[in-house]
């Protein structure tokens, strides 16, 4: 690892747990958790590992509103000189001022002893799944609910919500105080930034980071940053430090998704991106995400960019056989951090609406030609990926008499950008069958079918970040180029794969074959392919493709009908 080399550096430590509920809960707890290890402080600026309580207070689940006064639990018995009041962030959130109370400072002693809360290097990472078994046991509650004045059966009948914030008591300027995140965050801009300069790490990294939404709740979102590094006050105040407990008769707050960020198809090779940054990331200060999805999870390390500029990171990886509806959680660790913390993912089948079977009778009288229509049509992307080197800067340091001095390095990373891109070429080829027994080149009589082949074409200089063009799937004039299509059949791979149709059902010889209606009228007969799901990191390449045959006359006229002959 390239660094100065008369320094040295604490590495910090990801935490990112998923939860379980207990089997003795009574609710359902909206919370996760990180954070990172943290130094020692000074005597008049620390905080001792394990000084810390939680905040809880009743909310109205459908107005928001907070319906008891807080309490806060802790394990401590502290002589805390001032603290900012019982105020819950909900309020805080709507309005209220900031005031330092020098009252005595009031909290409760749980019977049923808290989990550890925030995490420190010496004590080790909090458990958030003992965090959440916590808040939902059954005991715990009731206790809760004596302690703020609330009949149980009315707090968990499915119209409350328990607001949880972490607390910490501080030693600042030689005097212990209690805050939550969101004090903290608020403290810090009425000192601006006296509390941030003096105790960076654990008020606004370790204290933030201790509790945070899983799912959107209370008109608060999910959080979908990172989980370690300190945070700044308007994330802390819109996101982080709190947690939700929800009552069973009570689904979940989920916002109904109508837009999705990637629409997939299904068994296709895909590539997903997100846009990393923040601060500078190089081997001395790595960033990596992690990307869960369909219960697995792929990390992408050394995601390296400069400080001001970004760097796109994904992964590749295979959709499901099923159309469903998929959510991708995106997680960076280090000091960066994206706007896509969830990606709200679409997986459809085209071969869904296949034609149906011809009959020799159909008629259409009314039909119109329709204009050929047009996708969204990509055939080139670029992206680029940060290369970091390090350039040397040496400097000599005088020793005292006794000592001759030593050269020390005080250099820097440097970044150098690689540049890569991908195109995609294609060509649709239709041609009649070889069983119209009166077709003549690319003319054909009408109750006829056709074949159709798709030939692609990818280069790229980033193989292993760009896939073939998987899908193609083709539309009839007959059909107004919308009610039913063909997706064709990958008929080989890489780079060079063709599509064709697969074997029609309705084919006496199980050809690869589209039959045209025998009422088409004579003319110009042009289908319309779309070319699609070949993936870079910067979107997707696609083409739109077309052929024409031409029609005169059709089948019936094949066939003579004739007496029959007398004996």
């Known amino acids: 690892m390239k660094q100065k080399k008369c320094v040295f550096f604490i590495v910090s430590i990801l935490l990112s747990l998923i939860l379980s509920i207990q089997v003795y809960a009574v609710g359902d707890g909206n919370l996760d958790g990180g954070g990172g290890s943290m130094g020692q402080g000074t005597s008049q600026n620390s905080w001792s590992p394990g ?61 049923q002893s808290l989990p ?42 499915g119209e409350y919500r ?5 607390i910490s008591f501080l030693k600042f300027q030689g005097t212990l105080i209690a ?44 959080w979908g940053g990172p989980t370690s590094g300190i945070r700044s006050n308007s994330e802390i105040k819109s996101s982080l430090g709190l947690g939700i407990v929800r009552f069973r008769d009570v689904p979940p707050e989920e916002p109904e998704i109508t837009t999705y960020d990637y629409e997939y198809r299904t068994n296709t090779e895909v590539i997903t991106a997100v846009e990393v940054s923040g601060g500078q990331s190089d081997p001395d200060h790595p960033v990596s995400v992690t990307f869960s999805v369909g219960g697995r999870s792929y990390e992408v390390g050394e995601v390296y960019y400069p400080s001001g500029d970004s760097q796109l990171a994904w992964i590749r990886w295979t959709t499901p056989e099923q159309p469903q509806t998929m959510t991708m959680t995106v997680r960076v660790r280090g000091g960066g951090g994206t706007s896509k913390g969830t990606l709200h993912i679409k997986v459809v089948d085209l071969d869904e609406n296949p034609p149906p079977d011809p009959n020799a009778d159909d008629r259409n009288d009314g039909f119109t030609r329709p204009s050929v229509p047009s996708n969204a049509e990509v055939t080139s992307a670029s992206w680029g990926v940060w290369r970091p080197w390090w350039r040397e800067y040496w400097v000599w340091h005088s020793g005292d008499e ?26 649709m080829r239709i041609t009649t069958d070889e069983k119209s027994p009166t077709a003549t080149g690319r003319t054909m009589k009408s109750g006829y079918g056709f074949q159709e082949k798709v030939t692609t074409h990818v280069s790229t200089n980033q193989s292993s970040a760009v896939t073939s063009a998987q899908n193609a799937v083709t539309y009839f004039p007959e059909f107004q180029y919308e009610r039913f299509w063909r997706l064709l059949e990958r008929m080989n791979g890489g780079y060079d794969m063709t599509h064709e149709f697969k074997k029609n059902g309705y084919s006496t010889y199980e050809r690869r074959t589209h039959f045209t209606p025998i009422w088409y009228p004579d003319g110009s007969y042009t289908p319309y392919t779309w070319l699609l799901d070949c993936w870079t990191p910067a979107g997707m390449l696609s083409m739109n493709l077309t052929d024409s045959i031409t ?17």
């Open 51 to 111: 000084n810390e309580g939680v905040r809880v207070t009743v909310i109205r689940a459908e107005s928001h509103d907070p319906v008891t006064r807080p309490i806060d639990l802790t394990n401590k018995h502290p002589n805390i000189a001032y603290s900012f009041g019982k105020v819950s962030k909900m309020s805080y959130i709507r309005g209220s001022a900031l005031m330092i109370d020098t009252n005595p400072y009031e909290y409760v002693n749980p019977a």
């Open 116 to 157: 550890r809360i925030i995490s420190s290097k010496s004590l080790g990472q909090a458990n958030i799944e003992q965090i959440k078994s916590y808040f939902t046991d059954e005991q715990v509650v009731r206790s809760i609910a004596g302690l703020t004045g609330m009949d149980f059966d009315t707090l968990v009948g």
């Open 162 to 166: 328990l607001l949880l914030e972490p």
């Open 179 to 222: 805050v939550t995140a969101t004090e903290a965050a608020l403290y810090d801009e009425m000192l601006s930034g006296g509390l941030r300069a003096v105790l960076p790490t654990v008020a606004f990294q370790n204290l933030p980071l201790s509790m945070f939404l899983e799912t959107p709740d209370l008109g608060y979102p999910a």
């Open 402 to 427: 006794d000592d001759d001095g030593y050269w020390c390095d005080h250099g820097w990373w440097e970044f150098d950008l690689d540049r890569y891109s991908a195109s995609l070429t294609a060509d």
């Open 551 to 567: 029609i005169d006359g059709n089948l019936w006229s094949d066939w003579h009908i004739a007496p029959q002959n007398p004996e």
